[in-house]
């Protein structure tokens, strides 16, 4: 062999040998389980955003995201206040079967000594097993004592407040980093901006060997709301108006982080709010827009959220969903995607969105039960709603109304529950009472946590 021929030789082999790594780095991407990121408001109204509809508040990087994703109109929560509803989304049950919501206590406190029990199995648990890095970032309210904390629960990480920032205890909100307060009281004009910085800092360390799962449940809009000086001023609706856009902002550094790292093609992106407006802070709460009541109710207006997911190339692009769907499906969602599986040693309240996402079919949730306090209010089943008590407005200290007969309203045509037609469909409200009654007959209420003290 001649000189030449065996320098063209070594060359290919050198070139083929340096290609492998590239090739096999690629299959590896395209084939490894898709990344997770769950970005969860507090207290954001389904009618706070561009995209679903406020005149004057400016979402640009959401409305982005819905264009380029795929926007749920019928999308609900497992409670309509903070700690029930993040039982319901990071277990996949109803908050009646795990003791997360009481009828002594509306949520978790300083002075709590429950929280969610070990036995509960969540989101970063089942993805755990199937070998992901997780992290918490944000508001918890799942229990603040150490044995309830998110590295309890299947995150290797946290960072953020361990309850509702208005919860003022041995001289103001604590800010934590795993299972130590690194400040107090926590400086809460910056908080949305050191949660976007950790998130994105976690989402910078990933590599494409394993994949990840990030929940950023945000402590804004809850009141008190607090802007940073770069988003003060900047909304013609006020502080409020600064706040949402801030999370706006929040929202585009970590879609463009996932961009600039190559994730993006194989991450599910979900946007989302843990209840409805808090419509007794006036000016300082957002809006339900068209919906019926807010925060605290089991109308429509405290517990249908403005949600959004976002896969680019997974995901038909500008896709609209009027079907249901629920924080609680984000559980089966995730496990089916990943590889995994939800526990079958309990009752569970997740459905698979999968075929939704990808275009493959209908959704599988055709029923709502709208909880709260430890008690079912009301239930929905397609497009008929029936009310068996409600509260609206919230009064903490009163008790519910008691509908006898119940309001039956027809939530497709009437989102706003504006006009109760019971009397002219019996047959409706008779066959959403069986619904209910069977319902009931598989529920065991777990022992109540939120009433335990310290």
Same mark, same amino acid.
């Given at each position: ?12 082999? &050198? ?24 970005? !969860? ?13 406020h005149p004057n508040i400016r979402t640009p990087n959401l409305d982005r995201m819905a264009a380029d994703g795929q926007k749920w109109t019928s999308f609900y929560v497992a409670a309509p206040v903070c700690t029930p509803s993040r039982a319901g989304l990071l277990t996949g049950r109803l908050p009646i079967r795990n003791g997360m919501t009481s009828p002594k206590r509306v949520v978790l406190f300083p002075d709590s000594g429950g929280g969610l029990p070990a036995e509960?199995? *969540? ?24 044995? !309830? ?13 361990? $309850? ?27 908080? *949305? ?20 799962? %990030? ?48 994730? &993006? ?14 419509? &007794? ?69 997740? %459905? ?16 709502? !039960? ?25 009064? $903490? ?58």
């Amino acid at each position: 062999m001649s000189a030449a021929n065996t320098f063209r030789n070594i060359l290919r082999i &050198s070139v083929l040998w340096a290609m492998l790594p590239l090739v096999n780095t690629t299959d590896r991407i395209q084939a490894a389980a898709p990344n997770f990121v769950i970005i !969860f408001c507090d207290d954001l109204g389904y009618g706070d955003l561009g995209c679903f509809g406020h005149p004057n508040i400016r979402t640009p990087n959401l409305d982005r995201m819905a264009a380029d994703g795929q926007k749920w109109t019928s999308f609900y929560v497992a409670a309509p206040v903070c700690t029930p509803s993040r039982a319901g989304l990071l277990t996949g049950r109803l908050p009646i079967r795990n003791g997360m919501t009481s009828p002594k206590r509306v949520v978790l406190f300083p002075d709590s000594g429950g929280g969610l029990p070990a036995e509960e199995i *969540t989101i970063a648990e089942i993805l755990k097993d199937q070998g992901y890095n997780t992290a918490c970032i944000g508001k918890w309210h799942l229990g603040h004592l150490p044995q !309830f904390l998110p590295r309890t629960q299947g995150f290797d990480s946290y960072f953020g407040i361990p $309850y509702s920032n208005d919860m003022h205890a041995n001289g103001g909100v604590p800010l934590m980093r795993n299972e130590d307060v690194i400040e107090r009281p926590t400086d809460q004009t910056t908080v *949305t901006k050191r949660y976007t910085e950790a998130a994105v800092e976690f989402l910078k360390s990933q590599d494409a060997e394993t994949p990840f799962f %990030l929940y950023l449940p945000h402590t804004m809009p809850h009141i008190p709301i607090f802007a940073s000086n770069d988003f003060k001023g900047r909304s013609s609706r006020g502080l409020y108006g600064d706040v949402v856009q801030e999370l706006d902002w929040s929202v585009g550094q970590i879609l463009q982080t996932l961009r600039d790292t190559g994730f &993006s093609q194989n991450t599910l992106v979900v946007f989302t709010s843990d209840n409805g407006p808090w419509l &007794s802070q006036k000016l300082n709460g957002g809006s339900a827009g068209l919906l019926r009541a807010g925060k605290g109710t089991t109308f429509e207006g405290g517990m249908r959220v403005p949600t959004i997911f976002w896969w680019p190339d997974q995901i038909k692009a500008g896709s609209v969903v009027t079907e249901m769907g629920c924080t609680t499906d984000l559980m089966a969602t995730f496990a089916s995607l990943a590889g995994g599986s939800i526990p079958n040693d309990r009752t569970m309240d997740s %459905l698979d969105l999968t075929p939704v996402l990808q275009g493959n079919g209908p959704s599988p949730r055709k029923s709502m !039960f709208y909880y709260t306090r430890g008690e079912l209010y009301a239930v929905r089943h397609e497009n008929y709603k029936l009310h068996l008590r409600s509260r609206e407005p919230v009064h $903490y200290g009163r008790p519910p109304i008691e509908h006898d007969p119940p309001l039956l309203y027809d939530v497709e045509v009437d989102p706003g529950e504006q006009y109760d037609i019971a009397e002219k469909n019996p047959n409706v409200v008779a066959r959403l009472k069986r619904l209910i009654e069977e319902h009931r007959s598989g529920v065991q209420p777990a022992p109540d946590q939120l009433a335990i003290p310290l």
